[in-house]
């Protein structure tokens, strides 16, 4: 073999190695991979059976209800379009409310009832999850108001606003 073909032999078996590594490493990306999703995709079909997902949404008002005698809560998620059924059996953050938003990650069961693992409470409220704001069309049940999207200023942002107003 001469010495122009075993470099052309090296080089092809680099760049096959480089290849097998690299597709091995993006099919273990694509297994640790949490989707998020909103009620209205999951009811439209756009997650696959026994997949680990995250959705997110509101609690709805009055769906709250725990098991006597258990952790087990059971309590609906919705984007007011659709809602989903959604069943916990650990302790529930100190936010947890409803109407509140919340993230769940879990899996459908068969029945079509969400089985989370974790339930996430925002932290105040006019937390939403990045990108949520072009998916919930309405917000605590009232029309979606551009105005609402903006945390009300504090006392201590006023008075700086209004020391830099004043002449």
């Known amino acids: 073999m001469t010495p122009r073909r075993r470099r052309l032999v090296l080089v092809l078996g680099i760049l096959a190695g480089v290849s ?33 997902f995250r959705m997110g949404g509101l609690v709805a008002r009055g769906s709250v209800h725990r098991k006597p005698g ?3 809560v059971r309590f609906t998620v919705t984007d007011m ?12 953050p100190d936010l947890f409310r409803e109407g509140a938003g919340v993230i769940v990650h879990g899996h459908m069961l068969a029945n079509g009832t969400f089985d989370a693992d974790e ?13 949520i704001h072009g998916k919930l069309d309405i917000r605590h049940g009232e ?25």
Not at 81 to 92: A, G, I, M, T
Not at 144 to 153: E, F, G, K, N, V
């Open 20 to 52: 097998v590594a690299g597709g091995l490493a993006l099919s273990a990306f694509r297994q640790d991979v949490t989707f998020y999703f909103v009620p209205t995709q999951v009811v439209d079909g756009k997650v696959r059976p026994g997949e680990e």
């Open 70 to 72: 258990s952790m087990e």
């Open 81 to 92: 379009k659709h809602e989903v059924p959604v069943v916990y059996d650990k302790v529930l």
């Open 119 to 131: 339930v996430l409470a925002k932290h105040d409220q006019y937390y939403r999850p990045p990108g």
């Open 143 to 167: 029309p979606r108001d551009p105005a609402l999207l903006q945390p009300p200023a504090t006392a201590s942002t006023t008075v700086a606003q209004s020391a830099v107003e004043q002449p």
